[in-house]
């Protein structure tokens, strides 16, 4: 089944920074914000057990527990098994160090064998208060974690994880399965297997109007080809696209911020918001069946939706293509 025939719409709910990424935030906004993407009508979540060692999959749990179970459509991922006991010492997130210090004290194991694949799942079931998941995504089996070894963690993922989840699907467990990577070249190594088949893919910040040149030239034609969709993560870049400081989870370095600059004269000149021209942007590939932006704050939701539903000018995508802020081959919203 594609991903665009499971996903309720082009808006999901990303809930990275539900696991108190960048910072401690409070019990009551974290669930007042996932009250508020439900009552706009997001229908759409996206978590994982790496998000604040399982503190995102249990706040997201909480609220949507007390939802009917066939109204929305949920997908977690597998890759780190949450243990009972305490972390010693600071966590090695690769690149990403640092980025749940908030989050839960837990030890976390990863792993993507096929007896932690079956716990991984197991595990988020009962955070999630939930008795099924519609989507599982492999995480993380790429550069920014692993470095050179990310070919080795690749391979334990293709030997366990794909083919249990593969397994599962054929089953009717779960929905479908891809892989939820941040960088390319793990998703295209995957659709040039024989077997596994993944249904699609999360990539998170490589298709934003900040970097999507790589995935346009091997990636999305190869997607597009074998008819496996994507859901984009990231859509505003760590949250520079949305008025933040944050490029790629790290404080934005100048020439980003000098890009963001470029962006928001265009935009200022045709009346548009870039929060709205980012994600319309992420949308308007073929591939993509949904964008699932992240929030900490209700009010966060409400301009989701209002940048989704924004009307941006055609005049305003042809200047950005004439100034070379978007991609030759990248395909722009409604055909400008």
Do not use: C
């Amino acid at each position: 089944m594609s991903l665009k025939e499971i996903l309720p719409g082009k808006l999901g709910f990303g809930t990275a920074p539900l696991g108190n990424m960048f910072r401690a935030i409070p019990d009551v906004e974290a669930l007042a914000t996932v009250e508020a993407a439900w009552e706009h009508g997001v229908r759409y979540y996206d978590t994982a057990p790496f998000y604040g060692a399982g503190l995102s999959e249990e706040r997201l749990g909480e609220v949507l527990s007390a939802k009917p179970r066939d109204e929305y459509v949920l997908s977690t991922k597998v890759g780190r098994v949450v243990l009972d006991e305490p972390e010693q010492g600071s966590r090695d997130l690769g690149e990403k160090g640092g980025l749940f210090e908030h989050g839960n004290p837990n030890k976390m194991l990863h792993v993507w064998t096929a007896d932690a694949t079956e716990r991984s799942v197991e595990d988020s079931l009962k955070r999630l208060r939930t008795d099924r998941l519609d989507i599982v995504w492999v995480h993380d089996i790429a550069q920014d974690f692993h470095g050179d070894q990310w070919l080795a963690k690749f391979e334990e993922a293709r030997t366990g994880a794909f083919r249990v989840l593969s397994r599962l699907r054929d089953e009717g467990v779960i929905k479908a399965w891809g892989l939820g990577v941040n960088k390319t070249e793990p998703i295209e190594l995957t659709l040039a297997l024989d077997e596994p088949r993944p249904d699609g893919f999360l990539l998170a910040g490589r298709y934003t109007l900040l970097d999507h040149e790589h995935a346009l030239g091997r990636l999305l034609p190869m997607a597009q080809e074998q008819g496996v969709d994507m859901v984009v993560g990231g859509p505003y870049s760590s949250g520079i696209l949305a008025g933040g400081a944050h490029f790629e989870y790290q404080a934005a370095p100048p020439e980003i911020v000098e890009r963001v600059a470029e962006l928001k004269a265009v935009a200022a000149k045709h009346g548009v918001s870039v929060k709205a021209a980012a994600l319309q942007f992420s949308l308007a590939h073929p591939v993509t069946a949904a964008a699932v932006p992240g929030a900490t704050k209700p009010s966060r939701i409400a301009e989701d939706v209002a940048a989704l539903n924004e009307t941006v000018p055609a005049a305003f995508w042809q200047e950005l293509r004439s100034a070379g802020l978007v991609g030759e081959a990248a395909p722009l919203p409604h055909g400008a």
